[in-house]
């Protein structure tokens, strides 16, 4: 099993352009997270998806959009990049139980110069 | 709201010396607490959780973690710190009303530095 898996590793991107960045597990997992990470702020929620075909806004939402057209992925778009999206980005996925832990993907290092 | 505290940014202990890093929480109902672990330039990993039952809990690489209701408090612990356990440690917390059992809350981290 490669778990979750996170394509690219790295982005450098100019203000205004666009980018997705894809998320895919293989554990048959239900739910899907994405997250960024800033220094000092932890780990901050920016869109889920407790099934295929449902996505839901979390902590942090404005500038990205998501979908779930398959259960194994899970992908966050960039429509129009700007510096303040420059972060590393966590996707991360679980079983539907409530006390199920969350397995996560290596991350993607983005700068939006 | 949900939400999770991580009063120290940085602990720092000798190696071979207890550890605990400090986690306190807020949440409506049953909280699930967890903690996980973030080498450099690494996802995280899970290293434990508190669900129900005893309130210590034992996980992986030799941690445990103590839940205490009154004190909302769920404090990691190791009796005796490695330097291979210096990385980022985050404490999150799965629970309250309003769908919040769906989503996992954060704390902002702690950086253990276990020094030789």
């Known amino acids: 099993n490669a778990g979750v898996t996170q394509t690219p590793k790295f982005r450098v991107l100019k203000t205004g352009q666009s980018m997705t960045l894809l998320c895919a597990q293989d554990m048959n997992h239900e739910y899907m997270y994405w997250y960024r990470q800033d220094p000092g702020m932890g780990l901050r929620l920016i869109h889920y998806?407790?099934?295929?075909?449902?996505?839901a806004k979390g902590e942090v939402p404005d500038g990205y959009n998501v979908s779930r057209l398959k259960k194994q992925n899970f992908l966050l778009g960039l429509e129009s990049a700007a510096p303040s999206q420059t972060s590393v980005y966590f996707c991360?996925?679980?079983?539907?139980?409530?006390?199920?832990?969350?397995?996560f993907g290596p991350g993607t290092r983005l700068t939006v110069l | 709201a949900q939400s999770v505290a991580q009063p120290e940014d940085q602990v720092n202990v000798a190696e071979g010396n207890p550890l605990t890093v400090k986690c306190t929480y807020s949440?409506?109902?049953?909280?699930?607490l967890f903690w996980y672990v973030q080498y450099p330039n690494r996802g995280l990993q899970f290293l434990l959780k508190y669900i129900t039952g005893d309130n210590l809990v034992k996980g992986s690489y030799g941690f445990e973690a103590e839940f205490n209701k009154s004190q909302t408090s769920f404090h990691l612990k190791k009796p005796s710190a490695l330097v291979s356990d210096s990385a980022l440690y985050f404490c999150a917390v799965r629970g309250g009303l309003s769908g919040g059992y769906n989503k996992l809350i954060f704390g902002a981290g702690t950086r253990l530095a276990v020094h030789p």
């Open positions: 998806s407790v099934g295929e075909g449902t996505t």
């Open positions: 991360a996925s679980t079983r539907a139980g409530e006390a199920d832990e969350q397995f």
């Open positions: 949440v409506s109902g049953n909280p699930y």
